[in-house]
Protein backbone atom coordinates (compact mmCIF):
# COMPACT_ATOMS: atom_id res chain seq x y z
CA UNK A 1 0.00 0.00 0.00
CA UNK A 2 1.06 3.71 -0.65
CA UNK A 3 0.91 6.18 1.31
CA UNK A 4 1.32 10.01 0.94
CA UNK A 5 1.17 13.10 3.22
CA UNK A 6 1.11 16.41 2.31
CA UNK A 7 1.23 18.10 5.79
CA UNK A 8 0.71 22.20 4.14
CA UNK A 9 -2.70 22.98 3.68
CA UNK A 10 -2.51 26.02 2.44
CA UNK A 11 0.48 28.60 1.48
CA UNK A 12 1.00 31.90 0.19
CA UNK A 13 3.61 33.40 -1.64
CA UNK A 14 4.45 36.95 -3.17
CA UNK A 15 4.86 37.19 -7.05
CA UNK A 16 8.81 36.37 -8.23
CA UNK A 17 8.84 34.83 -4.91
CA UNK A 18 10.13 30.99 -4.51
CA UNK A 19 7.75 28.66 -2.27
CA UNK A 20 8.69 24.74 -1.19
CA UNK A 21 5.74 22.69 -0.95
CA UNK A 22 5.78 19.30 0.78
CA UNK A 23 5.53 15.73 0.60
CA UNK A 24 6.47 12.74 1.81
CA UNK A 25 5.19 9.06 1.13
CA UNK A 26 6.02 5.68 2.18
CA UNK A 27 5.71 2.91 -0.30
CA UNK A 28 6.82 -1.13 -0.22
CA UNK A 29 8.12 -0.65 -4.53
CA UNK A 30 11.45 -1.17 -5.10
CA UNK A 31 11.54 1.24 -8.04
CA UNK A 32 8.52 3.86 -8.40
CA UNK A 33 8.09 7.03 -9.75
CA UNK A 34 6.73 10.29 -7.78
CA UNK A 35 4.52 12.72 -9.45
CA UNK A 36 3.29 16.53 -8.93
CA UNK A 37 -0.18 17.49 -10.42
CA UNK A 38 -1.95 21.10 -10.34
CA UNK A 39 -5.16 21.76 -9.64
CA UNK A 40 -6.39 25.10 -10.92
CA UNK A 41 -9.53 27.10 -9.80
CA UNK A 42 -12.10 24.88 -11.94
CA UNK A 43 -9.65 23.51 -14.34
CA UNK A 44 -8.35 20.40 -15.11
CA UNK A 45 -5.87 18.54 -12.99
CA UNK A 46 -2.22 18.63 -15.02
CA UNK A 47 0.92 17.51 -14.49
CA UNK A 48 3.95 19.53 -13.28
CA UNK A 49 6.51 17.20 -12.98
CA UNK A 50 7.68 13.74 -12.23
CA UNK A 51 10.97 11.73 -10.69
CA UNK A 52 12.34 8.33 -10.65
CA UNK A 53 13.30 6.92 -7.24
CA UNK A 54 16.08 5.53 -9.02
CA UNK A 55 17.46 8.81 -9.84
CA UNK A 56 19.93 10.54 -7.84
CA UNK A 57 19.48 13.82 -9.75
CA UNK A 58 16.51 15.69 -8.95
CA UNK A 59 14.05 16.57 -11.89
CA UNK A 60 13.79 20.41 -12.75
CA UNK A 61 10.99 21.57 -15.37
CA UNK A 62 11.64 25.32 -16.14
CA UNK A 63 10.83 27.10 -12.68
CA UNK A 64 9.47 24.21 -11.14
CA UNK A 65 12.06 21.69 -9.65
CA UNK A 66 12.20 18.88 -6.65
CA UNK A 67 14.05 18.11 -3.92
CA UNK A 68 14.10 13.91 -3.68
CA UNK A 69 15.41 12.64 -0.60
CA UNK A 70 14.62 8.89 -0.90
CA UNK A 71 16.31 7.92 2.96
CA UNK A 72 13.69 10.61 4.22
CA UNK A 73 11.02 9.54 1.80
CA UNK A 74 10.87 12.84 0.62
CA UNK A 75 9.42 14.47 -2.26
CA UNK A 76 8.98 18.34 -2.30
CA UNK A 77 8.52 21.13 -5.24
CA UNK A 78 9.93 24.10 -4.82
CA UNK A 79 8.68 27.05 -7.75
CA UNK A 80 11.12 29.53 -8.70
CA UNK A 81 9.60 33.42 -9.90
CA UNK A 82 6.38 32.43 -8.79
CA UNK A 83 3.48 33.62 -11.07
CA UNK A 84 -0.23 34.13 -10.56
CA UNK A 85 -0.98 31.58 -12.58
CA UNK A 86 0.73 29.27 -10.40
CA UNK A 87 -2.37 29.88 -7.99
CA UNK A 88 -4.09 26.05 -7.82
CA UNK A 89 -4.09 23.04 -5.96
CA UNK A 90 -0.87 21.10 -5.70
CA UNK A 91 -1.36 16.97 -5.48
CA UNK A 92 1.84 14.75 -4.43
CA UNK A 93 1.17 10.86 -5.76
CA UNK A 94 3.78 8.15 -5.64
CA UNK A 95 3.30 5.90 -7.91
CA UNK A 96 0.04 4.68 -10.45
CA UNK A 97 -1.19 1.53 -9.06
CA UNK A 98 -3.54 2.84 -7.91
CA UNK A 99 -3.26 6.22 -8.42
CA UNK A 100 -3.44 7.68 -5.04
CA UNK A 101 -2.59 11.53 -4.06
CA UNK A 102 -2.04 13.48 -0.45
CA UNK A 103 -4.44 15.59 1.05
CA UNK A 104 -3.28 18.74 -1.49
CA UNK A 105 -1.70 22.41 -0.68
CA UNK A 106 -3.75 25.27 -1.60
CA UNK A 107 -1.45 28.16 -2.86
CA UNK A 108 -1.96 31.37 -3.21
CA UNK A 109 0.11 33.71 -5.49
CA UNK A 110 0.22 37.10 -4.05
CA UNK A 111 0.15 40.12 -6.87
CA UNK B 1 -4.88 19.32 -24.12
CA UNK B 2 -5.89 15.44 -22.52
CA UNK B 3 -7.93 13.20 -24.64
CA UNK B 4 -10.40 12.43 -21.94
CA UNK B 5 -13.68 13.88 -21.41
CA UNK B 6 -16.33 13.88 -18.68
CA UNK B 7 -20.21 14.15 -19.21
CA UNK B 8 -22.24 15.82 -18.12
CA UNK B 9 -20.02 18.75 -16.73
CA UNK B 10 -22.95 19.89 -13.94
CA UNK B 11 -26.10 17.79 -13.20
CA UNK B 12 -28.56 18.59 -10.73
CA UNK B 13 -30.97 15.65 -9.94
CA UNK B 14 -33.65 14.96 -7.38
CA UNK B 15 -33.23 12.31 -4.73
CA UNK B 16 -33.92 8.51 -5.18
CA UNK B 17 -32.90 9.29 -9.23
CA UNK B 18 -30.43 6.52 -11.19
CA UNK B 19 -27.53 8.36 -12.54
CA UNK B 20 -25.04 7.57 -15.00
CA UNK B 21 -21.60 9.50 -15.38
CA UNK B 22 -19.86 9.32 -18.35
CA UNK B 23 -15.71 9.08 -18.84
CA UNK B 24 -14.37 8.56 -22.28
CA UNK B 25 -10.48 8.70 -23.37
CA UNK B 26 -8.94 8.17 -26.46
CA UNK B 27 -5.81 7.41 -25.91
CA UNK B 28 -5.88 3.75 -25.36
CA UNK B 29 -4.88 3.56 -21.46
CA UNK B 30 -5.85 0.69 -19.72
CA UNK B 31 -5.72 2.55 -16.63
CA UNK B 32 -8.24 4.42 -15.29
CA UNK B 33 -9.76 5.75 -12.24
CA UNK B 34 -13.01 8.16 -10.71
CA UNK B 35 -12.04 9.85 -7.55
CA UNK B 36 -14.45 12.25 -5.45
CA UNK B 37 -13.62 15.88 -4.69
CA UNK B 38 -15.35 18.47 -2.67
CA UNK B 39 -14.35 21.56 -4.18
CA UNK B 40 -10.92 22.69 -3.25
CA UNK B 41 -10.20 19.33 -1.34
CA UNK B 42 -8.58 16.47 -1.12
CA UNK B 43 -9.31 13.53 -3.86
CA UNK B 44 -11.02 10.35 -2.68
CA UNK B 45 -10.27 7.61 -4.90
CA UNK B 46 -13.48 5.68 -5.32
CA UNK B 47 -13.34 3.30 -8.16
CA UNK B 48 -10.42 2.56 -10.84
CA UNK B 49 -9.82 -0.22 -13.67
CA UNK B 50 -6.80 -2.37 -14.80
CA UNK B 51 -8.53 -2.85 -18.30
CA UNK B 52 -11.39 -4.35 -19.60
CA UNK B 53 -13.49 -6.25 -17.20
CA UNK B 54 -11.49 -4.98 -14.70
CA UNK B 55 -12.82 -2.73 -11.65
CA UNK B 56 -11.96 -2.48 -8.07
CA UNK B 57 -13.26 -0.48 -5.45
CA UNK B 58 -11.26 2.16 -3.87
CA UNK B 59 -10.14 3.72 -0.68
CA UNK B 60 -13.62 5.52 -0.31
CA UNK B 61 -16.69 3.38 0.30
CA UNK B 62 -18.91 4.26 -2.23
CA UNK B 63 -22.85 3.50 -2.88
CA UNK B 64 -21.73 3.67 -6.98
CA UNK B 65 -20.68 1.00 -9.32
CA UNK B 66 -18.34 1.53 -12.23
CA UNK B 67 -18.36 -1.00 -15.86
CA UNK B 68 -15.39 -1.84 -17.96
CA UNK B 69 -16.24 -3.33 -21.19
CA UNK B 70 -14.39 -1.18 -23.71
CA UNK B 71 -11.15 0.29 -22.82
CA UNK B 72 -11.87 3.99 -23.95
CA UNK B 73 -15.31 4.00 -21.90
CA UNK B 74 -15.48 4.30 -17.49
CA UNK B 75 -18.86 5.13 -16.71
CA UNK B 76 -19.94 5.35 -13.05
CA UNK B 77 -23.86 5.10 -11.89
CA UNK B 78 -25.50 5.72 -8.87
CA UNK B 79 -28.85 3.17 -8.48
CA UNK B 80 -30.24 6.07 -6.11
CA UNK B 81 -29.20 9.45 -5.44
CA UNK B 82 -28.70 11.19 -2.31
CA UNK B 83 -27.87 14.48 -0.99
CA UNK B 84 -24.66 12.94 0.76
CA UNK B 85 -23.96 12.25 -3.35
CA UNK B 86 -23.28 15.97 -3.77
CA UNK B 87 -19.74 16.38 -4.38
CA UNK B 88 -17.32 16.29 -7.80
CA UNK B 89 -16.52 13.35 -9.68
CA UNK B 90 -13.72 13.56 -11.14
CA UNK B 91 -12.31 10.33 -13.92
CA UNK B 92 -8.45 10.13 -14.90
CA UNK B 93 -6.62 7.80 -16.76
CA UNK B 94 -2.85 6.93 -16.74
CA UNK B 95 -0.28 5.88 -19.17
CA UNK B 96 1.15 2.35 -18.61
CA UNK B 97 4.39 1.95 -17.09
CA UNK B 98 5.74 2.94 -13.53
CA UNK B 99 6.78 6.72 -15.43
CA UNK B 100 3.24 6.74 -16.68
CA UNK B 101 1.39 9.77 -16.26
CA UNK B 102 -2.13 10.81 -15.46
CA UNK B 103 -4.68 12.74 -17.26
CA UNK B 104 -7.75 14.07 -15.73
CA UNK B 105 -11.18 14.82 -17.28
CA UNK B 106 -13.27 18.57 -16.14
CA UNK B 107 -15.18 16.86 -13.70
CA UNK B 108 -18.93 16.45 -13.31
CA UNK B 109 -20.49 18.51 -10.17
CA UNK B 110 -23.15 16.56 -8.96
CA UNK B 111 -25.95 17.82 -6.87
CA UNK B 112 -28.89 15.96 -5.72
CA UNK B 113 -31.85 17.88 -4.01
Redesign the interface.
Same mark, same amino acid.
Given at each position: AQTVTQSQPEMSVQEAETVTLSCTYDTSEN?? @?L /?W?KQPPS? #? &?? +?VI?Q?AYKQQNATENRFSVNFQKAAKSFSLKISDSQLGDTA &?Y /?C %?S???? +?? /????T?LSVIA | *??DIYQTPRYLVIGTGKKITLECSQTMGHD?M?WYQQDP? &? *? $?H?IH @?SYGVNST?K??LSSESTVSRIRTEHFPLTLESARPSHTSQY $?C?S %?ESG $???? %?F /?? #??TRLTVV
Amino acid at each position: AQTVTQSQPEMSVQEAETVTLSCTYDTSENNY @YL /FWYKQPPSR #Q &MI +LVIRQEAYKQQNATENRFSVNFQKAAKSFSLKISDSQLGDTA &MY /FC %SSGNTP +LV /FGKGTRLSVIA | *EADIYQTPRYLVIGTGKKITLECSQTMGHDKMYWYQQDPG &M *E $LHLIH @YSYGVNSTEKGDLSSESTVSRIRTEHFPLTLESARPSHTSQY $LCAS %SESG $LRGR %SF /FG #QGTRLTVV
